[in-house]
Each structure stands twice: as C-alpha cells, then as structure tokens.
C-alpha cells in the first residue's frame, strides 16, 4: 500500500513531496494510516486534533494522538472546545458545530504557522456514503461527485483507498487506533448507510466500489463539462456592475432548459427554494426571495441579484462650507471649483455655486423628497422620477441625494435640480465627480 500510496501522490499530488503539511488526526484507524503513510514517505508533516469533549474518550483520544506525535518526533497541536455549547448559541446541530470549529482552528493554523496544505482521511467508502445521501437529498451533479480530493488549501491523498484496504494495512503494520463507539451508532443517516446499506450493495457485486469509483471519475468529468458550458451561457446572459448582478431573462430563454441553466447560474450564492426560483423568472416586478447571502429579485425581464452584507444604511454626510467640502477626503466623490464644461458622464455635475446655501449634505432620498428635475418645469416627487426611469425597488432604497438648506441639488448620478444650473455668464462651477 505505501508504493500504491506513493504512486498516488506523484501522479496526482506532487505539490505535497516538498510541501509543509498539517495532518487533521482523530486517532481513529483512518487517519492513524493516513499519519503513518505519510511517515513511511518522509514528508514533513505535523499534526492537529481536535478535542470536541463529546466523549468520555475525548481527553484518552487527545492522549493517545500527543504521545504518538512524541514518539515519532514531531510538532503537535492540540484544540479543546465546548461543542455543546457553541452548537446551542449558534442554533446549529452537533455534526455541524464541530465542523465550523474544526475548520475554523485549521484556518488558524494553517495561516500561523504558514502551512502549504492540510490533509484529511477521507477514504473510498467516506465518498460512497456522501454520495448516496447527497442522492437522497436530491443533489445535483455537482453534489454527486461527492467529496474533492482537492479543496483550496485541503487535500485528501485517501480517497483511492478502501476501508478493507485501510484495516488490512493497519493490522500488517500493527498500527493501534482509538475507536469512536459512536459509529457503531444507526443515530446518524452516515452511519445507517454505512452499516445497513453500503454491504448490501457490496453483496449483490464483489467489485462495487471499483466500479464506483470509475462512475464518480465520469461524473467529475461531466460535471466539469457542465461548468464550461455554464460558464459560456453565463457571459452571455450575467452581468455584473457595482454591488449588483443582472441575470437577464430574455436572453436566457433563448437556451433550451432555461430553467436548469437558472438553477447552475444560481448555485455559488445558497439559494435552496428552487420552486420559489422558478416562480419568480414570471413574477411581476418586485417580486423577491432570499438566500443567507443574497437577495433575488424580479425587474421587468431582469432577475438582480444582491449581497445582503452590503445594504447597510447609509450614514448621511454634512459639509458646512465651499472649502470643507473641496477638501473632502472620503470614498464617494470628489469635488473641484473650476470652469464650466460639459459634464461627460452621469457621475458627473456641474452646480451653481452662487444658488448653494450651505451645509450641504449627503443623504439617503426620503419618502417625500421633491426636487425640480433639470430641464423640467415644476415639482416632481424623487419616487416618482426613479419610477419613469424603471430605476429597480432596491437601488431607489439605496438612492442618495446631495441636499443644501433650501432644495435638493442633486439626485447623485440622475439628475440636477433646476434651481442650481449654470449659467451662461458663470467662469467657476461647483463639479462633483462621482466615485463608485
């Protein structure tokens, strides 16, 4: 096993023959053959455990991996943590809980102490079990393949290897382990595949999990298919522009199963309510449902796509002179006196100086905001005007307007007021140039 292992990581992991490796070890017989082939190869490696204190065993588990690393001589480090409690604070399942600690102390770690990658055990019947309840669940071809050998900084060299192949190994070798009495527990879904299920099928064929592994290699092949020609839809009907993303419905009903293509388009921002999706590329105007992350909602032949994290209210911005405000240094604008010129886009303004009446602030728009639009007679409501120009719901929320004591001067990036044009006999002018 330790030249089919080493054959292995040449082909298909050669970056870990020189890199500095952190080894995730339970204890368990799993990663206890993962830590010892890894040895046998002389890689440089040291080693993490987590304590989650859901066991009795918990501190006997931490003992055996610490004076194991003390016996072959290398760097350890150890994590308590209090599962329970962080997986009641955070209304999370236990699985869960551990997970985002664990991961989260690699994280720490591997930035520390300037780590190349970290390996997990993760086997051949690890990726079977995931697969058939990632089938359960109805996942698509992406949740199919199952578990990556590769994952940003994580490795799983493992993956080949059986269960049978890892316990033969172990006991040739007379490699001792901890056992977790909680897997031999039908109390999680993983387990009742593994007990009840996986021998059944490993029964009706002696070659089961061979002939997995070549249908899981023709999946990740599809499956990378898939993502090229995702991805050449994508540039065709996916637009991004500021704190927005535009999926443009009239282009993408062009492609045949519009509806699947959506749901791929979709899948990087945790959107689950599939049926809600579907409904929405036909709802009216306004329409909107919510991922964790992000917001979706309908305009007219456009679905937009927003980061909840970014719609954070807008704290208003007061300038008390001319001078004050030229002087200025913040991200939004930036503002000159100097001659009148045409402005050259709509980011840009030029603006009466002789009309101001300071301070002049930066707001938010307000439900009852009126202004006079440049080259308009009378009054227009500020909701009224962003409606003629089908401006969507979210982005008139995030409208800002620059106000002085008497009128609304500008609607940033729309329109000037009426009031504060210039001038034919004016040499200077107030010019705002928006940054974002």
């Known amino acids: 096993m330790v030249q089919k292992f080493k054959t292995h990581l040449n082909k298909n992991f050669p970056e870990l023959n020189s890199a500095k490796l952190l080894i995730a070890v339970s204890g368990g017989i799993d990663s206890m053959v993962l830590v010892e082939l890894c040895h046998e190869l002389g890689l440089n490696y040291s080693i993490a455990h987590c304590n989650f204190n859901l066991r009795k065993a918990s501190v006997q588990d931490q003992d055996f991996v610490v004076n194991y690393a003390i016996k072959r001589q290398v760097d350890y480090y150890v994590r308590q943590f209090e599962t329970h409690k962080y997986a009641k604070q955070h209304n999370l399942s236990t699985q869960v809980a551990a997970r985002n600690l664990r991961y989260h102390w690699f994280d720490e770690l591997i930035n520390t102490h300037q780590f190349d990658y970290l390996l997990t055990a993760h086997h051949l019947n690890d990726n079977l079990e995931t697969f058939l309840i990632n089938l359960s669940r109805g996942s698509g071809i992406k949740g199919l393949t199952a578990i990556p050998d590769k994952n940003s900084y994580i490795r799983r060299p493992l993956l080949i290897f059986s269960k049978v192949e890892l316990l033969s190994f172990a006991k040739q070798n007379k490699i001792t382990w901890r056992e977790d009495e909680s897997n031999a527990s039908n109390a999680y879904l993983r387990n009742q595949i593994r007990h009840q299920i996986v021998p059944e099928l490993e029964q009706l064929s002696p070659h089961f999990l061979d002939a997995f592994m070549g249908s899981l290699q023709h999946l990740k092949t599809a499956s990378i298919l898939l993502s090229d020609y995702v991805q050449l839809i994508k540039n065709e009907v996916f637009k991004t522009q500021s704190d927005v993303s535009i999926i443009y419905l009239n282009r993408l009903k062009k492609y045949p199963n519009y509806l699947e293509l959506l749901f ?46 970014i719609k954070d209210e807008f704290i208003p911005l007061q300038f008390n002179s001319l001078e004050e405000l030229v002087k200025a240094s913040q991200p939004y604008f930036k503002a000159t006196v100097e001659g009148f010129k045409m402005p050259k886009s709509a980011n840009q303004v030029c603006i009466n100086i002789n009309q101001l009446k300071f301070p002049l602030i930066l707001r938010s728009i307000n439900t009852n905001d009126t202004f006079t ?64």
């Open 373 to 436: 639009p440049f080259g308009m007679k009378g009054k227009k409501k500020v909701l009224h005007f962003l409606r003629d120009l089908k401006v969507p719901t979210l982005e008139k929320q995030k409208q800002l307007v620059f106000e002085d004591q008497n009128h609304i001067v500008w609607l940033v990036k729309k329109r000037l007021d009426h009031h504060f044009k210039v001038t034919e006999n004016q040499n200077k002018c107030l010019k705002i140039t928006w940054l974002n």
């Open 264 to 309: 791929y388009l979709l899948s990087d921002f945790n959107f689950t309510a599939w049926d809600d999706i579907k409904h929405l590329v036909n709802a009216e105007t306004g329409k909107k449902i919510s991922s964790k992350s992000h917001l979706l909602v309908k305009n007219r032949d456009e679905l937009r796509l927003y980061n909840r994290k």
